[in-house]
């Protein structure tokens, strides 16, 4: 098959092959295969492996696989040549094994890694398999802010204590089913006009999203004075009962919300913030 090219800077192309091959003289053999980097990120567990390293201490990188065997590895070139495994943090996803604690779901799997079979039939390392693990929290405080215009604040997150990144977004929607959003050159509000909010997480298996507190002010500050409170412990507070209504909230990955259009005296923008929290089980 054809490899999308130039090569990675540990290669060289065969003209004979017409394929990039690992430039095996930058690197030294070794009895053990190179430590995969693993990356728990929101919605995808991956482990990058040098390609050129294995080929060089005699394993097959094109047969690295998880548990499951059709979870396969790529060859992927980020300057150098690596190979690269991934899968979904679900429990169904490539041989996952789920555990849950009192703090965090944990996904577990293991890399296969194969001994190169030489042309002449010999193998001299032995096949290999790393454990791994991910671990997701079951409770994450984050803030995350949007304004009228433009309608659609977003925050990346780094959770303390475990590797991963979540990264909840909220937009602002014209329409009540919450499917078109609004842009900059739409983004035309007047008072007494519905605002169709919504706050999602990536689509975990596990986690549910409740907007615990929600409030706007004048400058894009989440400590400005004043704050004007639009949900109160995960309900509309009460001075704001007749401007806000809730759709969803801690049922699902998405919080949902109406939101009548005001403003603020003295202001012609409002930014709204929100206290976010996570749950492994329905939130309400």
Sequence with gaps: SSQIFPCATDEIFDDITGICICNLSMYSSTVLPPNPTL????????????????????????????????????????DVAEIVVSTNPFSSACGNVMTVNDSHV?????????????????????????????????????????????A???????????????????????????????????????????LYLSMRLPEFEFLY??????YATTINDLNAVPQFDLITDGCPS?????????????????????????????????YFFADVETCMETCT
């Design 209 to 214: 999203l409740l907007v615990k507190r929600m």
């Design 39 to 78: 990356r728990c990120l929101s919605g995808q567990i991956r482990l990058n492996v040098s390609r050129c390293q294995l080929e060089r201490s005699g394993y097959d990188s094109s047969k690295l696989h998880l548990m499951d065997s059709s979870c396969v590895g790529q060859r992927v070139v980020e």
């Design 152 to 194: 659609i604040g977003f925050i990346e997150l780094n959770v303390h204590g475990v590797n991963t990144i979540m990264k909840p977004t909220m937009t602002a929607f014209i329409d009540s089913n919450f499917t078109v959003p609004y842009n900059e050159s739409s983004m035309y509000l007047y008072t007494s006009n519905p």
């Design 106 to 150: 944990i996904y577990s799997n293991n890399l296969n890694i194969p001994a190169k079979v030489f042309m002449s039939g010999v193998l001299t390392r032995n096949n290999i398999s790393i454990g791994f693990d991910c671990s997701y929290p079951l409770m994450m405080p984050v803030s995350l802010f949007s304004i009228m215009n433009p």
């Design 238 to 270: 009460l001075d704001m009962n007749d401007l806000v209504s809730v759709v969803h909230n801690g049922d699902s990955y998405q919080a949902q919300f109406v939101i009548q259009v005001f403003q603020i005296t003295g202001s012609d923008s409002v």
